[in-house]
């Protein structure tokens, strides 16, 4: 079965700290991959995307992701937290084809401390 | 220019009643997807639009459910005799063509919240 897996509910780390979010994901092939925040009253926004080529792919916001293969994982990272990454992230997988129906994980939320 | 609105922004309502939730998404876009999301769950894929149409609407959890979007641009989420796990966050999302390679952007939601 189609599955993302998001093992960590919920994350605080300091501001100013690395973060890391992980994402494993289960699919026939290798899916597009995606990862998106939300904010408090705000609706999902794109953080970055993978199709293919290069494994690490830089998003807006100061964020980057790795895509492992033999790990399924797609992992979120940033090196330095800002008070305004306080959010829930979700990765999310698309068909390989192109398609439009697109599998969220259960989200991790971030809390920063200052 | 504007974004994805959602309408209202919260409905509360007593089971068995019906309700209607509005999507506008951005101008020019022709596809129209729509979402629910659980409390601490990720967003659950509805239904999809490509233009007038339904392209796929097997998401909806049964057929209390029906959505519309007669003229290619607004479309309504209609929920008949409403039962309280229906409550949920429904996200309304479009984007400028169909495929996942085509950004989705989403709005705010609709916060349904059945007593």
């Known amino acids: ?114 | 220019g504007a974004g994805v609105s959602q309408t209202p922004s919260n409905k509360v309502t007593e089971k068995g009643k019906y309700v209607e939730l509005r999507c506008d998404p951005i101008s020019g876009h022709t596809a129209l997807y729509w979402y629910r999301q659980s409390l601490g769950q990720g967003p659950e894929f509805l239904i999809y639009f490509q233009g007038t149409g339904a392209a796929d609407d097997s998401g909806l959890p049964n057929d209390r459910f029906f959505a519309v979007r007669p003229e290619g641009s607004v479309s309504t989420l209609k929920i008949q005799r409403t039962e309280r796990g229906d409550s949920a966050v429904y996200l309304c999302a479009s984007s400028a063509t169909s495929g996942t390679y085509n950004e989705q952007f989403f709005g705010p939601g609709t916060r349904l919240t059945v007593l």
């Not at chain 1, 597009?32 to 807006?60: A, E, M, R």
């Open chain 1, 1 to 114: 079965a189609q599955s993302v897996t998001q093992p960590d509910i919920h994350i605080t780390v300091s501001e100013g700290a690395s973060l890391e979010l992980r994402c494993n994901y289960s699919y026939g092939a290798t899916p597009y991959l995606f990862w998106y925040v939300q904010s408090p009253g705000q609706g999902l926004q794109l953080l970055l995307k993978y199709f293919s080529g290069d494994t690490l792919v830089q998003g807006i916001k100061g964020f980057e992701a790795e895509f492992k293969r033999s790990q399924s994982s797609f992992n979120l990272r940033k090196p330095s937290v800002h008070w305004s990454d306080a959010a829930e992230y979700f990765c999310a997988v698309g068909p390989p084809s192109g398609g439009f129906k697109t599998i969220f994980g259960a989200g991790t939320r971030l809390f920063v401390k200052a």
